[in-house]
């Protein structure tokens, strides 16, 4: 009905009175669900929608009397749906909340899954969602760990913790990053994912929420805030700096390379093994500071172990209702002295 191949204008249909059990149909079809990170497709077990005339059909649904169906309580219900229907189409950002599973996998080529809650997205608040970067990161964990097996070894002689290796995330956001590393190092590893103080109990809650595949594996994890703009009061003692610090997604105003990189300076350790691992997507209008965090890291110190491109798909698409490329930079970095 709602489909490529019919042409019939979609607001035409209400002329026809439908019976309710159609109009939920169709509100169903038109349910836009957030597509998984690196896929280009479409839901292929749905029927194409033709963007044109949506609007107006879910706009004249919201706006008729709805008379002719049987009860106040149906006619609400399906001025609901309408309404929801219209606010997924405005973007991203009028989204209603929503719980979403991750796929990670692991060295050993299983994949254990995630959930995280995502609350509705304001502009103050992109920690709300979480990121293409991030999901590419989690992703390649396993790799960048087993191409530094260092970082994996137990033999971490100048390691600043005795027995597990300590790892802080920087602008976790919903968290995905962190908790992939935490399941994934199991007993190896301790992580404080961190964010800003508005982000942070949707951030403790999704720990919470995995505490059980967490507990399985033996991760420690928490949470707690961590601005960047605000440098430590003190210079942290070497017990107190983090052997690893992973960053996803973080640079998106002008102050944010500086901002970031004197966060890493005080919080990595000087050990021989101490890495940061940063995602960023080369989005045109952030090139440059792309290119400023790169040189001021090196300013610092720290030289590029390892380093890629790859490419994911935004989780929305744009208004045409094509996929939307993304080309990612991944990095690992360490102290060039040490190198
Ligand atoms: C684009 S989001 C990325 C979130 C997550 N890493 C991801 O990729 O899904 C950027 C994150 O940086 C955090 N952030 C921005 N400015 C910050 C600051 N000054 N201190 C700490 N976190 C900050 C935001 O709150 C947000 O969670």
């Not at 026809?16 to 059990?21: C, E, G, H, I, L």
């Not at 979480?130 to 990161?137: G, K, N």
């Not at 004197?262 to 919080?267: A, C, L, S, Y």
């Not at 440059?288 to 890629?308: N, S, T």
Request: charged share 20%; hydrophobic share 40%.
């Amino acid at each position: 009905m709602i489909t490529a191949d019919d042409d019939e204008p979609l607001h035409g249909i209400l002329y026809t009175k439908p019976p309710s059990s159609e109009i939920l149909k169709a509100l169903d079809y038109l349910a836009i669900q957030p597509k998984s990170f690196g896929h280009g497709s479409r839901d292929a077990s749905k029927p194409k929608v033709l963007p044109s005339g949506v609007t107006e059909y879910l706009t004249s649904i919201i706006s008729s009397s709805l008379a002719w169906l049987e009860s106040d309580c149906l006619r609400e219900e399906i001025w609901d749906i309408a309404s929801a229907r219209l606010s997924e189409r405005a973007g991203r950002t009028a989204m209603p909340s929503l719980s979403r599973l991750f796929h990670i996998p692991t060295s050993s080529g299983e994949e254990f899954s995630l959930t995280l809650h995502e609350p509705s997205l304001t502009s103050d608040n992109l920690g709300m969602k979480t990121w293409l970067s991030s999901y590419l990161l989690s992703r390649r964990l396993h790799f960048i760990f087993e191409s530094v097996p260092e970082l994996v070894n137990s033999d971490l002689t100048s390691s600043s913790s005795g027995t597990r290796l300590r790892a802080l995330e920087l602008g976790s956001g919903t968290g995905l990053v962190g908790l992939s590393f935490a399941t994934l190092q199991g007993p190896s590893a301790s992580i404080h994912l961190t964010d800003l103080p508005a982000i942070v109990p949707n951030l403790a809650s999704n720990a919470a929420l995995n505490s059980e595949l967490l507990c399985e594996v033996n991760a420690e994890v928490t949470t707690g805030v961590l601005d960047w703009s605000t440098p430590p009061a003190s210079a942290p003692s070497s017990e107190e700096r983090y052997d690893i610090i992973l960053a996803a997604d973080p640079l998106y105003s002008p102050e944010h390379p500086r901002w970031l990189v004197q966060t890493i300076e005080p919080w990595l350790s000087r050990s021989l093994h101490a890495r940061a691992v940063v995602e960023l997507p080369l989005r045109d209008a952030y090139l440059p500071q792309v290119e400023e965090f790169r040189k001021r890291m090196e300013e610092i110190g720290l030289a590029i172990v390892e380093q890629g491109n790859e490419t994911g798909y935004d989780d929305w698409e744009d208004a045409d209702g094509e996929s939307v490329e993304v080309h990612c930079w991944w990095s690992v970095w360490g102290w060039s002295e040490k190198l």
